[in-house]
């Protein structure tokens, strides 16, 4: 195979069968990689071919996809990022999460677009890609350790060079909500939708990949000159973001969650603890994902581990009252070591600490444990207790949903999720959009899916709808901004690039804007593709997402939140966001027409022609 068939691509898929232990390679489709761009396009084809509307996602049939983009490893700013994909156990719909780190861009290093697992082997293993070079080894050694110990030890067994994403014993407990961590102790976390589960079911324990080989790039120059001209850092002044930040909390559309979005941001709860979290956040360590230019603050570490992210501070200790930082440094070690994703982690807790508060269950469901609200040591308990599968943990490591089913009554009015999967920190009552988006979202409730979040427009989006964004509380149009923020957004996990450089987190550079990422892929490839066609292709890998959940039984039932942020004003809150309840029906109606979708929130047959999703049509409208 002529490598530079594919500037940008590394040209090939490697194809894994546990059960039989066979390993196989393919080439390319050039041209289902150019409708489908790369990443999260390309493993959504593949889950919409090789599922059923009966796969179930332990099965040996589900297929756990790893995949790179067309920017990956080149020298477009966070091309260093992966996504991961499959069936979510957590929801049991089109499940995907991504990470920085190293990963993703030793995998395309090493010469491989997609990774496709299936099978479930009958003994813990890892795969060791070392170029052309694959193979399965024992992992018998591993299974049983946490993340850290785990990437420790392969690395100790294969030497120089070695990048590792691994899962922790909550993957092999199979906790719905475990996570694949790469790079151990100074890595990153594909956190969302359960996707360690999916490893852990296969006996998976890792993925280690090394390798030596850039990807061609068409114009090398060109995209130099567009870089060094559109991706424009500025230095950072941390005492002038501390500012920034205290006096735009709460005002803008990340309003966090508190006691289990009962109410709104607690001044005093707040006051001390985020000032010293920001403290300890900007004093460690920076680290950058690879090829990444800009540095955020959850790239820090504090000493031998990983530093607490905001978002782990938030969804663990917001969530729950917990305001002591030691406390919730080592409930996020733990959640990272486990490989647990910490907004679900705290999302069940919360839940669980609001039953208890009720009376719906006592010491002797916690295992003794006084599972109040505040208390640091009863988040620590549970933590553990998730990540071992034992006592309560057994119940709330099946996820939110299933625990309200298992607890019944008002226990169902107390979870608080989107189709299965728990909130990540914001309250949605402070944005309109974000209701939408998170209620329509492919994943269940997330917050990087679309582009919404984003304090500054920097998506495609007509004139007239620019008023729309900016109005947190708008209602007409903003079924449309929600869907192109979120055909846009797959564009981004296409590529593969981070949404930070959608600006709107921190001040250390100029967000960048779609005709600049327009530009670097075709630099990068050669491709000469339009602002239309790449919108479309944004739209078409949408639309498959949710033909996947289609076959799978969502519709517009699905399509919706919490009774608490439907009916229950956030009280004691900042500015107008106290009194706001999303109007969510009335934006869905609207938000389904933009879409070409019917009013049940199915794909009619004619806007999937349109997007030349032919072979989904049975499944419509």
Known sequence: MEHTKYFGFAGKVLRVDLSSGTIETSELDKELARKFIGGAGLATKIIWDETKADT???????PLIFATGPITATKVPTSGRYVVASLSPLTNIYGQSHAGGVWGHALKLAGWDVVIVKGV???????WIDGDRVDLRDAGHLWGKDNWETDE?????LGKGVSVASIGRAGERLVRMACICNDGKIGRFAARCGLGAVMGSKKLKALAVRGNRRPKVHDDGNLKRSIAAN???TPLDPEAERERRAQTRGKGRVVAGVKNYQTADLQDFFGGFQSKFKEHSLSGDRLYCAGCGIGCFESERKGDRRAMTGENAQCLGARCLVDDFDVLEEASDLCNRYGMDAMSVGGVVAFAMELYDSGIINQSDTGGIDLIWGRGEALLAMVRQIGEREGLGKVLGEGVK??????GGLAIEFAMHVKGHEFPLMDVRAWNA??????????GAHHFEGATISSAIHFPLAEELREVYENRFAIQGTGKVVAAAQDYGNVIDCLVACKMLLGG?????????PEYFLEWLNCVTGWQMTTAELTKAGERIFNLKRMINVRRGISRKDDTLP???LSSKRGFGVGGTADNLPPLGIMLNEYYASRGWSEEGIPIRAKLSELDLQETLEFGR
């Open 56 to 62: 179930t996602p332990f099965s040996a049939q589900n």
């Open 505 to 513: 987190w921190t001040h250390t550079f100029q967000p960048v804007k």
């Open 434 to 443: 974000g209701a939408l988006e998170f209620a329509t979202s492919s994943t």
């Open 153 to 157: 030890g392969i690395r100790a067994e």
């Open 121 to 127: 082997s009958p003994k813990p293993v890892y795969l």
């Open 563 to 565: 009774p608490r942020l």
């Open 231 to 233: 991706f424009i850092r």
């Open 402 to 407: 299933r625990a309200a089913e298992h607890f």
